[in-house]
């Protein structure tokens, strides 16, 4: 009886070491989807993006170069977008001007639709790649001169017009901004 007793005991510990030993594994298994910011600033403002896209080109050689494809309000989105990702990373709070410990300003400078892909006919594209090209600055609240400035940072995406893959330029455009936002959270929060 008391073989048995020892038995059960051993049976039990050898369970909750092995029961502990699963949950820390299945804790530490993944990646983490949000910063773990430990800087110096808790606060951050982003200012409405300005728009500087030149739709018309003086200077361009032939007629499609000389007329650009732009989405109204694009910088409005953009800036929506760093907004979002900004709360969804929750290692900056976002704040008004006069109270936030930082200030992002942004400036759109380009948005491009380039040609990657052709049919087997060599005319016909088949896949495109979209690129958001703004100009990133962040600024200490009262300083003048930037933390860190970025002048040619990039947001893309390629889409398939045609296809199983085939999506809308808008999705793909979405999608380009979606990469712009998280790459400029993660230029804030992986500069310290």
């Known amino acids: 009886m008391k073989i048995k007793s020892q038995v059960s005991s051993l049976r039990s510990q050898v369970f909750l070491v092995s029961g502990f030993w699963f949950l820390v594994f299945i804790a530490g298994c ?3 989807v949000r910063s773990v910011y ?3 600033y ?3 403002c982003i200012e409405p993006f300005i728009n500087k896209v030149d739709i018309f080109s003086e200077n361009a050689t032939d007629l499609s ?3 650009r494809t732009y989405y109204p309000l694009l910088e409005a989105d953009l800036r929506t977008a760093v907004i979002n990702r900004f709360m969804y990373d929750g290692g900056l709070r976002i704040a008004a001007k006069d109270e936030a410990d930082l200030i992002l300003k942004g400036e759109l400078l380009e948005y491009r639709r380039d040609p990657l892909r052709y049919e087997n006919n060599q005319e ?4 495109y790649r979209i690129s ?8 200490k609240k009262g300083e003048e001169k930037p933390l860190w400035d970025e002048p040619n940072f990039v947001g893309d995406a390629t889409y398939f017009i045609s296809g199983t893959q085939a999506v809308s330029e ?3 455009l979405d999608n380009a901004i979606s990469d712009l936002a998280r790459r400029a ?3 804030t929060v992986e500069n310290w």
């Open 30 to 32: 993944g990646y983490a």
């Open 65 to 67: 170069q000389r007329f």
């Open 132 to 139: 958001l090209i703004v100009h990133l600055s962040m600024y």
């Open 124 to 127: 016909d594209v088949a896949e």
């Open 185 to 187: 959270v993660e230029r």
């Open 38 to 40: 430990v800087g110096p």
């Open 42 to 44: 808790k606060t951050i």
């Open 170 to 172: 808008k999705s793909a």
